[in-house]
């Protein structure tokens, strides 16, 4: 793709729309990158990913005390620093896995005949609410509300101009931004549970103020503040 143009997928086809010299290249898909919000904490389970702002213990037996650090906050670069192993990654991955990274990791240097990770609190996810919003901007949202409704309600809710059966909902996954329409009317008032997505830290929700969502001037005005929006997923 050249640089300055932005490729639009839909049912349709491809369609190419100029953005400028000094726009960011990317592309925007409609697809299956969404899922159904589970409004519980059950999920929060062995698939659980660290985040960071995320605070943990690490647990080795025969070290009553830990490891000499006790709550230990996952940076926003995703990295933790650890007595012994230094600067490890944890962001991305399950308990599991940061379990067998840090028992091989700090194994090098201590006896380690047990070790387990517990998750002392849930790191902020950030969400953009933009559009037809009491309040738009930057929400912090915890672990257990990250859905469509619950952003909503963060920015104080829709505005009377606001099409809430067309609201849409951006992610950006490497240099590719994912859309999907969800019908919160529907949700609300028959209770479609499907309309109600599961977000994830840095997706935008937008409320339109039409019933016709025009990519070039719904859709296409976000890719100006792209560098934004990775600002806040990276």
């Known amino acids: 793709m050249a640089t300055g143009m932005i490729a639009f997928v839909g049912m ?6 100029s953005l400028g010299d000094d726009a960011m290249p990317t592309e925007i898909v409609a697809g299956g990158e969404f899922k159904i919000a589970k409004l519980n904490a ?25 490891i000499g650090v006790n709550d ?26 940061a379990t067998e990274l840090l028992t091989d990791t700090l194994g090098q240097y201590i006896k380690i005949p047990s070790m387990s990770i517990m998750i002392k609190s849930y790191g902020p996810r950030k ?9 738009p901007g930057i929400k912090d949202m915890q672990i257990d509300s990250l859905n469509v ?24 996954i490497g240099d590719t931004m994912y859309y999907k329409e969800v019908n919160m009317d529907n949700y609300v008032k ?17 409320v339109p103020s039409s019933n016709k969502i025009v990519i070039s001037e719904d859709i296409m005005p976000y890719v100006s503040v792209f560098a934004m929006y990775k600002s806040i997923t990276n």
């Open 42 to 66: 059950e999920h929060l389970t062995a698939a659980y990913r660290l985040n960071k702002y995320d605070v943990i213990n690490v647990l080795i037996v025969g070290f009553p005390d830990g």
């Open 127 to 135: 969400l953009y609410v933009m559009g037809e919003v009491e309040t």
């Open 190 to 206: 028959k209770h479609d549970m499907s309309q109600n997505l599961e977000l994830q830290d840095g997706d935008i929700v937008y």
């Open 12 to 17: 349709s086809g491809i369609a190419f729309a």
């Open 149 to 172: 409704f619950a952003a909503l309600s963060s920015a104080g809710g829709t505005k009377a101009r606001g099409r809430i059966k067309h609201v849409q909902v951006l992610r950006t």
């Open 72 to 97: 230990i906050q996952v940076g926003p670069d995703g990295y933790v620093q650890l007595p012994y192993a230094g600067t490890v990654k944890l962001a991305g991955l399950t308990i599991p896995q």
